[in-house]
């Protein structure tokens, strides 16, 4: 009984994986993601717009001209996702909302850099901290 519950939780993983990449790519339009040219601009773009953040959840830290450090405490269906499947938030966030994080930033300013800080995230902080360099 306990593979088959193993099991589950891998395939439910696979499927909540392919479905955030396809909700990502089709439902939040990626192919008309508008460009963000400086930190402030990834933030209302990225964070606000693209993935529908109120502003009182997701807090700037530090901001310069080519740094934005965020820390956020939305309602955030990963964090969901893990608990139900007993996994650490940062194996499941690492898989699933990173990469498509990576591949929406760099559409949004080439020079963009992803970084999320793996011993502030949730629920080991009450948020979840993120830098972005534009290099």
């Known amino acids: ?12 993983l696979f499927l909540y994986e392919i479905n955030f990449f396809t909700f990502v790519f089709y439902c939040k339009g990626l192919f008309f993601l508008e460009k963000a040219r400086t930190p402030l601009e990834i933030y209302e773009k990225f964070y606000l717009k693209f993935l529908k953040i109120k502003r ?47 591949y929406v930033l760099k559409k949004m300013n080439k020079k963009a850099k992803f970084f ?16 972005i360099l534009l290099k």
């Open 1 to 12: 009984m306990q593979e088959l519950k193993i099991i589950l939780k891998k395939f439910l």
């Open 56 to 102: 009182k959840n997701c807090k700037i830290i530090k901001i310069t001209k080519n740094k934005i450090v965020t820390r956020c405490n939305n309602p955030c269906p990963i964090l969901g996702l893990a608990n139900f499947i007993e996994k650490d938030t940062k194996e499941v966030c690492k898989k699933i909302s990173e990469p498509v994080c990576v």
């Open 116 to 131: 999320r800080n793996y011993k502030k995230i949730r629920p080991h902080a009450k948020y979840c901290e993120e830098t």
